[in-house]
């Protein structure tokens, strides 16, 4: 995947960063080589995830790597340059094409850049409910989360989609905008998503796999609004894997393939070409 110049992009396209929390990456591959993620699948280079290694085992230590310019990287030998990066004396992967901010994060150097930086939030992470869950949006100029965001909620996303609709109507036409989702329905527990599967029985790949296409089925709406008043640079990933009894592992924060190896992807929306 040919990595655009983001010195060109930042100040004239919106930029939308979406995190599938816990998506593996064999779950993803699947779904969209069966056809079973078209609305995703559609903006997909060649209709093909990238396989890429996470920059941590958690959603706490991935998300700060992450907003600190650390996508996750190519799964293949490097260098590989970064499309945001710190100024930072030796960095070897700060390119030509790279995006270089004088701050400590991503968040704050496209504020300083002139952007809204708004989070919708969707795991723990995010909540706001005490010290821990601030600090990741904390870094932005906006931040939302409710209970109906979380991850027991069966319509998390579809809830996180009204929001991103609202915040986006009320934005000035001229205000370019940073927006971060993060999206927890992936998460466990996911259970619910797939019908006739019991909380006693839990989460299961196959879980995990539903809990995609309810995804699919609603993003078509994110994207539309992300991409209803300028550009938008997309960037679509998961920020670590999950484990579901892989080798007797079962969840994340421990050094399994399935944990990991990431999807990603980056892709651009033209206004006129938004679908739900």
Do not use: K
């Not at 060109?8 to 080589?33: F, K, M, P, S, Y």
């Not at 998961?238 to 990431?262: F, M, N, P, Q």
């Amino acid at each position: 995947m040919p990595e655009p110049d983001m010195n060109a992009i930042v100040g004239d396209h919106d930029i939308l960063l979406v995190t599938l929390d816990t998506l593996r990456h064999d779950v993803a591959a699947e779904l969209a080589a069966e056809g079973r993620i078209p609305r995703l699948a559609r903006h997909l280079p060649g209709g093909r995830w990238e396989t890429r290694h996470a920059p941590g085992s958690f959603t706490y230590a991935s998300h700060q790597a992450i907003f600190a310019g650390f996508l996750p990287t190519p799964a293949r030998p490097g260098p590989h340059p970064r499309l945001f990066a710190a100024s930072f004396a030796g960095s070897e992967t700060t390119a030509e094409g790279t995006f270089v901010y004088d701050t400590p994060d991503l968040v704050s150097g496209l504020a300083a850049a002139g952007y809204r930086t708004v989070c919708v939030g969707g795991v723990g992470f995010f909540n706001r409910r005490g010290p821990l869950g601030s600090v990741l949006p904390g870094l932005f100029q906006e931040a939302h989360w409710e209970e109906e965001f979380g991850v027991t909620s069966p319509h998390s996303f579809e809830n996180q989609v009204d929001r991103v609709e609202q915040v986006v109507g009320q934005l000035p036409a001229e205000q370019r905008l940073f927006l971060f989702v993060n999206v927890s329905a992936l998460h466990q527990p996911n259970w619910f998503h797939l019908p006739g599967a019991t909380r006693e029985a839990g989460d299961t790949r196959e879980t995990h796999a539903a809990a995609l296409e309810y995804v699919d089925r609603h993003i078509g709406r994110l994207f539309a609004a992300a991409s209803s008043r300028h550009p938008c640079f997309v960037i679509v990933c998961s920020d670590h894997g999950t484990a579901y009894g892989d080798d007797g592992y079962t969840g994340h924060r421990l050094g399994h393939e399935s944990v990991w190896t990431v999807p990603y992807a980056h892709f651009f929306l033209d206004p006129a070409e938004a679908v739900r």
